[in-house]
Structures are given as structure tokens and as C-alpha cells.
């Protein structure tokens, strides 16, 4: 089969059957385009087709990107990509054997993340002006992320039918279009209601967009990009050092819940983590919890 026939199948695969975002499957057909690429023009050797790549094709591939200076995590990124590429080519009995599967994971130290503060979070969301004429849906748009630990993509594409004001928690749809319910805390319900009556209501709305809870001026969806500039604007106004995202307020949610005494299988269920050991970096970044378990729980402690 030809590079570009089996990739357009690839995407295929991932839109309908992986259910995965417009951008996740951009990443992982540009991770493949550029093993096939590098497959085609590599110089005295016959290009390969797709089946008949092996695994000293794809060792030399990746010896090829470090040589190159590239991150670890990028290299690690770029090897998960081929690796689900080759899955689906077994599994579309394209090939018997699959060339990845004893290739080791480029490994790379953990990174901790940037974490806020109570009393940060506090300033950040002090900060708002609520006499701006965005000032309600920015204040909204805080007390959500940290009061339900949701990421940006979701907080963007949450619509007003998710939201049980009732029984306090919103429906979240995450990745791989999996949902999950979060309890929705006092202060981000009153932002939320605030802003869809001093501000959402005096829209005029894209009827595309009439389900959609966060709206921009014009009455269409916010992108990604309008909340990281909302976010850094404030960290400026308050001068506040650290360098922080809408995703620091996620890390934020979870940390302070362990802080609390919350359990960990209970925060995992709020973040959407398939796996434990994802949500298990927050033991790494409270020290007092992992001091507390060893007093509570070793015997000879």
C-alpha cells in the first residue's frame, strides 16, 4: 500500500472509530508523515512501504530525531504516534507483526507542575473586574476551571443542557469523547448564574453556538487561545511570578483536594484520568501527604 492511501485510512480510523479531536489526530498523521518521509528520502536505500517497515527502520528513525536535539518528551510523543499507527495496521490485518512493539519508550524525569496557591487563586480571581464588560464571564470562567478541576478544552465546549444547578455538578465530556460528572461547588455555580444573567443574557447569539455555555463578544465559542490570554493578563495585573496556563488551575484543583484529605481514586474520577498512576503526580508535589501515609500506615512508623 501507498503512504498517503494508508494514512487517509489512519485518519479515518481515529476520527470515527477513536473518536479523537480534529487537533490529536493532526498531531498523529504529522508524526507519521514524517517517519514516512524520512523513510522515502533517506539516500541509496529503497523507499519501504507501509508493511514493510521494520523495527531497525523505526530504532533508526528515532536515532535520527535525537540526533537532531530533539526533547525526550518529543521524541517520546512522536514514537507513541507511530506506534498506534502500526496498531491499527495489525488490526486491519495489514501487517502480522508489529515493528514497535519492542521498542523502548524514550525515558525523561518526571516534571512537577506549576501550582497556585489558595490565596492566589484568590488574588487571580479578586483581579477580575466585574465592571469590565466581560468582568462576570472572566470571574465565571476561573471559578470553573479551579472549582471543577476541568481542562480548557472542555471549559470551552461545556454547554448550558451539562449544568444541573440543582443537583450541583456538570456533565464534562473529556478525551475520546468519554464523560464524566463533577461536582460543581457554591462559588462556581453563583459565577456561572451571575454571568449567564449580567452578561450571557445580553448577547446576540451565533445560533450555532446558542448551547454553548462561554461565549465571546460576538456570541460565539471562546477559543483555547482567549482563556490562556485571559489568565496571563491577570497573572501581570497582580504581578504574580509564576508562569501559569488554564491547566495550572486544574493542577491546582487537584493538589489542594489532596491537600484537604480527599481520595486520590475519587480526584482521579473528577479529572478524567484512565489511570491512577496519572493522577498519583499530585502525591509527588505534597510532601505532607506522603509523610502522613508512611506515619499512618507502615508498622514500623
Not at 493578563?233 to 488551575?249: G, N, Q, V, Y
Not at 509527588?284 to 501527604?289: A, G, Q, S, T, V
Request: aromatic share 8%; net charge neutral.
Amino acid at each position: 500500500m501507498i503512504w498517503e492511501e494508508t494514512i487517509e485510512g489512519y485518519r479515518s480510523y481515529l476520527k470515527l472509530e477513536k473518536s479523537l479531536s480534529a487537533n490529536t489526530v493532526e498531531a498523529y498523521l504529522k508524526d507519521i508523515r514524517k517517519l514516512a518521509g524520512w523513510l522515502i528520502s533517506r539516500p541509496g536505500v529503497a523507499p519501504k512501504m507501509p508493511e514493510l517497515v521494520t523495527q531497525n527502520d523505526i530504532v533508526q528513525f528515532i536515532n535520527t530525531i535525537n540526533e537532531k536535539d530533539m526533547s525526550v518528551n518529543s521524541q517520546a510523543r512522536i514514537l507513541s504516534g507511530i506506534r498506534s499507527f502500526f496498531k491499527y495496521l495489525q488490526l486491519h490485518d495489514i501487517i502480522e507483526i508489529d515493528p514497535t512493539a519492542l521498542i523502548e519508550t524514550p525515558k525523561n524525569g518526571r516534571h512537577l507542575p506549576e501550582v497556585l496557591s489558595p490565596q492566589e487563586v484568590e488574588d487571580l480571581i479578586m483581579a477580575v473586574d466585574l465592571s469590565s464588560e466581560t468582568g462576570y464571564r472572566n470571574r465565571a470562567i476561573l471559578e470553573t476551571l479551579y472549582g471543577c478541576g476541568i481542562r480548557v478544552s472542555e471549559l470551552v465546549t461545556l454547554r448550558i443542557t451539562d449544568i444541573h444547578f440543582d443537583d450541583n455538578f456538570i456533565k464534562v465530556k473529556g478525551k475520546g469523547s468519554k464523560e464524566r460528572l463533577v461536582p460543581l461547588g457554591g462559588k462556581a455555580k453563583d459565577a456561572i448564574r451571575d454571568y449567564m444573567r449580567y452578561y450571557r443574557s445580553t448577547l446576540n447569539i451565533y445560533y450555532k453556538d446558542e448551547n454553548i455555555l462561554f461565549l465571546n463578544r460576538r456570541g460565539k465559542m471562546l477559543t483555547r487561545v482567549m482563556i490562556f490570554t485571559i489568565i496571563k493578563d491577570l497573572a501581570e495585573k497582580i504581578d504574580l511570578k509564576k508562569t501559569i496556563s488554564p491547566h495550572t488551575f486544574r493542577h491546582s484543583f487537584a493538589t489542594h483536594l489532596l491537600e484537604g484529605g480527599a481520595d486520590l481514586r475519587a480526584i482521579q474520577e473528577m479529572l478524567g484520568h484512565e489511570s491512577i498512576t496519572t493522577t498519583e503526580i499530585y502525591t509527588h508535589i505534597n510532601k505532607d501527604f506522603l509523610r502522613d501515609t508512611i506515619l499512618r500506615f507502615h508498622p514500623r512508623s
